[in-house]
């Protein structure tokens, strides 16, 4: 089974200060990883994606990420803050396909980020 | 376009009450999802279409019932539902198949905030 894994129920950060949201993960293969944005009252957006390649992913609205294959890790970060950072987070992993099947995503818990001024 | 649109965005529903959420997609996109948020848990995963067919239902029961009458268009049918049904349902849409790097993302709508008294 997989499984996604986010330790942190919230994190705090003045703007400004460098942001980081904590993700661990569990599969049987090679792990496709992904960050979610969810803003109040409104859908998931995609933030990035880790496929294969270089480990150091960078994605929408300056965040970035570090898939950490030892440490089986992919944690999110953003070296400066906004408040309009201030969203819920998700981790997700993807399952392994059955073809055809589409997408089956595993999401973690979720972290809110609370950024202030 | 590339909005995924779900209607109506608030729904109140006695538990005799037959409705209907609607999903559309212009895309292109050839899976579609629906999912279930709980206030403040992640998204939980209830059908996936691929290429206008069911092809994962995972243990919903029989008072949610999926349509895709067309590769745009995702229909969740409500009858006969609870009040622990109330939540925020979500559509995704993406690509396509599970392989690709294109095909791994989601896109996701705003959401129907769904209210059972």
């Known amino acids: 089974a997989q499984s996604v894994a986010q330790p942190e129920d919230q994190v705090n950060v003045a703007e400004g200060n460098p942001l980081t949201v904590k993700c661990t993960y569990s599969?049987?293969?090679?792990?496709?990883l992904f960050w979610y944005v969810q803003y109040p009252n409104r859908g998931l957006q995609f933030l990035l994606k880790y496929i294969t390649g270089d480990n150091l992913v960078k994605g929408s609205y300056g965040f970035e990420a570090e898939f950490n294959k030892s440490q089986t890790s992919f944690h999110l970060k953003k070296p400066s803050a906004l408040v309009s950072d201030s969203a819920l987070y998700f981790c997700a992993v993807r399952e392994e396909v059955i073809k055809a099947a589409g997408n089956k995503l595993t999401f973690g818990g979720g972290t809110r980020v609370l950024v202030k001024p | 376009d590339t909005e995924v649109t779900q209607t109506p965005k608030h729904l109140v529903m006695g538990m005799t009450n037959k409705k209907s959420l609607k999903c559309e997609q212009h895309m292109g996109h050839r899976a579609m999802y629906w999912y279930k948020q709980k206030a403040k848990k992640p998204p939980e995963l209830m059908f996936v279409y691929s290429y206008e067919k069911l092809s994962i239902n995972e243990s919903v029961p029989s008072r949610f019932s999926p349509e895709c009458p067309n590769s745009s268009l995702l229909n969740l049918h409500l009858h006969a539902l609870q009040p622990e049904d109330s939540a925020l349902y979500l559509c995704a849409s993406s690509r396509g198949l599970a392989g690709g790097s294109g095909a791994n993302v989601l896109t996701f709508g705003a959401g129907s905030r769904l209210t059972v008294l």
């Open positions: 599969v049987s293969g090679n792990p496709y």
